[in-house]
């Protein structure tokens, strides 16, 4: 109670620091959200929407999308190994099987397991925002949506140009374990767009390198990704992307320690989507979308040099197809779509496998009165697997005033089971159970936005009840894990999130974000002695905190993030970024960790301590 307190009180206090400074302000041009039917300005949203734009994300100490993640209200990422080598990622206490990630709308949703959704060619760069859509979301964005939605969105390109970004760090410290050397990590990023009135395209490049941070702990990471917006003419548009990215690493203690002090793995990944908007009339828009992702999961618990036992090889298919329209209306705006999605296995411990699955989707949403705004819908599900489901969902919003609204939100969702969850065979460390059921969820949240010159705030409280809640569990630590349905979920939590932006001079720029999420979770109908793989560690309180003072070309950021779990120490970690820019040179240096903390996000896995480096840019984009 004390830490909710001390957060509301400090968000307060931004308020009034806001109000002292409210006649030096600048407006910011509003961000559209791209729902797969409605595009809706975040000020007429009626969810909870965090949104991280491009201009933030180039000031973050962060060179890969986990480590942005880390600094969202709300999101847990649970990481294994630094700079993206492999990371869960959860919404509200959920697991991380339970929240979708999509890349301009087109979800990502790993069948095999949710320990690779985040394995992703996207470079940092090309990042335009990242929409954080919480609660469930099914009604929206379909199966798996259960505590909520990652969305990013990336860039048009508005003139050509090219990019080069060099960086270079270290802890300063041996391996001693292994081969004796300092630790390093080092990155390459070019790009280069090309933009001309009807065609725009990107080409972005990367590799990052590191030998790690302790033992076998090493990477090697390697993206390309390209972009292409074609426009036709005034109603027609089409956006075409394909990527692809190799993570081969170190899993040292990531799934099975003791006993994989020397395993390595290797994840390939290649995505490619085409999808397009037609403005039919003025007041019927049609978008269809048709994407592919292939994932290549090379495990090896004996060592990456070692072929011949303990070896998983995974090799999955995604073949997915849907059609969304919205018609305005006189008296509001129709949504309607229809999404297939074939998905298949071959795996050396899971078999092979296929399933398909079928959804058909509609919401409508409409001012009842001037103030009184309601958008409400139902997504109807059929897999072959587990047949027929429906999931409806209403959310509302009224204005106070101009600046106050007050939101709400109730809604069902659903999360299928993973190839993983079902048939995996890695005796004695892991089997699956091909009894499971899916996990349903029902969520309502009631919140509030305020907005006043530079400052916003916004505060909700959400209530959420997952049935057969899936875990993976053990009686006895000498026992394989095993998956469950092992009993309901109830979650209570309390958010709260503020911003405030101010011009301090004519050429000086200060922006504090400040955020707050607490969480009660308690299980019903569970064994009390039964061991937990995952839940064990979910998020009770969290602090998020950036403040950035920008002076012409020079830029200083300073992160803290504080996370308390249900189990385990709590922590503070701190991390900064100081830079300045020279025409179309920028000069960085980033140091994560600065105060040296010792902490673990899953298991017993230390993460790295002081992290230092150094990094040049060019630019002409």
Request: proline share 3%.
């Amino acid at each position: 109670m004390n830490k909710i307190c001390f957060a509301a009180l400090a968000l307060i206090s931004t308020d009034l620091c806001a109000q002292n400074l409210q006649d030096t302000t600048i407006g910011i041009g509003e961000v559209v959200i791209n729902e797969n039917r409605f595009s809706t300005p975040i000020s007429k949203q009626n969810r909870n929407v965090y949104i991280i734009d491009k201009a933030q994300i180039a000031k973050m100490p962060a060179r890969s999308l986990q480590e942005i993640l880390q600094y969202a209200n709300g999101v847990d990422i649970r990481q294994r190994g630094p700079y993206g080598t492999q990371a869960d990622i959860s919404i509200d206490g959920g697991s991380f099987e339970q929240t979708v990630v999509l890349v301009n709308g087109t979800k990502i949703i790993d069948m095999q397991t949710a320990h690779n959704m985040l394995n992703l060619p996207i470079p940092l760069e090309i990042i335009e925002r990242i929409e954080v859509v919480r609660g469930p979301a099914a009604r929206i964005y379909g199966i798996n949506s259960l505590t909520g939605a990652i969305n990013i969105i990336t860039k048009k390109p508005e003139h050509s140009g090219v990019l080069v970004n060099v960086y270079g760090g270290s802890n300063f410290e041996k391996d001693k374990e292994g081969t004796g050397e300092t630790f390093y990590s080092r990155g390459i990023q070019l790009g280069g767009t090309i933009s001309k009135e009807k065609h725009q395209h990107s080409l972005f490049g990367a590799n990052d390198k590191s030998n790690g941070y302790r033992y076998n702990t090493g990477f090697e990471n390697t993206k390309l990704y390209y972009q292409g917006n074609f426009q036709l003419d005034k109603a027609n548009e089409i956006l075409a992307s394909a990527g692809y990215i190799r993570n081969s690493f170190g899993a040292n203690a990531f799934y099975a320690a003791p006993g994989d002090k020397n395993s390595g793995e290797i994840v390939q990944t290649t995505l490619a989507s085409i999808q397009s908007r037609h403005q039919l009339s003025s007041r019927w828009s049609l978008m269809p979308r048709l994407s592919y992702r292939y994932n290549d999961d090379d495990y090896r618990y004996f060592g990456r040099k070692e072929l011949s036992k303990g070896r998983s090889r995974h090799y999955s298919n995604s073949l997915a197809a849907e059609v969304n329209t919205a018609y305005k209306m006189n008296a509001g705006e129709l949504g309607f779509g229809v999404e297939a999605r074939s998905e298949d296995i071959n795996s050396s411990n899971i078999g092979d496998r296929r399933r398909e699955n079928l959804g058909v989707y509609a919401q409508y949403r409409t001012d009842l009165f001037k103030k009184l705004n309601v958008n409400f819908g139902t997504y109807l599900n059929y897999n072959s697997d587990y047949k027929w489901q429906l999931y409806p969902g209403l959310d509302a919003s009224y204005a106070i005033t101009n600046g106050l609204k007050i939101i709400g939100n109730i809604g069902t969702s659903q999360r299928i089971p993973s190839f993983t969850d079902l048939y995996l065979d890695q005796r004695p460390g892991n089997i699956g159970n091909a009894s499971l059921s899916p996990e349903n969820a029902f969520q309502g949240e009631l919140g509030m936005k305020y907005i006043r010159h530079a400052f916003t705030f916004n505060a909700s409280y959400f209530y959420r009840d997952i049935s057969r809640f899936i875990d993976w569990t053990r009686n006895v630590d000498t026992e394989p894990w095993q998956s469950h349905n092992v009993g309901s979920l109830l979650t209570k939590g309390i958010n709260m999130r503020s911003n405030f932006s101010a011009s301090l001079s004519a050429s000086t720029r200060l922006n504090v974000n400040l955020a707050y999420s607490y969480l009660d979770a308690e299980f019903s109908d569970i064994n009390p002695d039964i061991k937990s793989k995952y839940l064990i560690a979910a998020l009770k309180h969290q602090v998020t905190n950036t403040i950035d003072v920008q002076h012409k070309g020079f830029s200083a950021l300073f992160a803290t993030r504080f996370n308390e779990r249900t189990t385990g120490k709590a922590y503070w970690i701190n991390d900064c970024r100081i830079s300045q820019k020279v025409k179309q040179f920028t000069v960085y240096v980033d140091a994560q960790n600065i105060f040296n903390t010792t902490y673990f996000e899953i298991g017993s896995i230390p993460l790295p301590a002081r992290w230092v480096s150094l990094g040049v840019k060019f630019t002409t984009i």
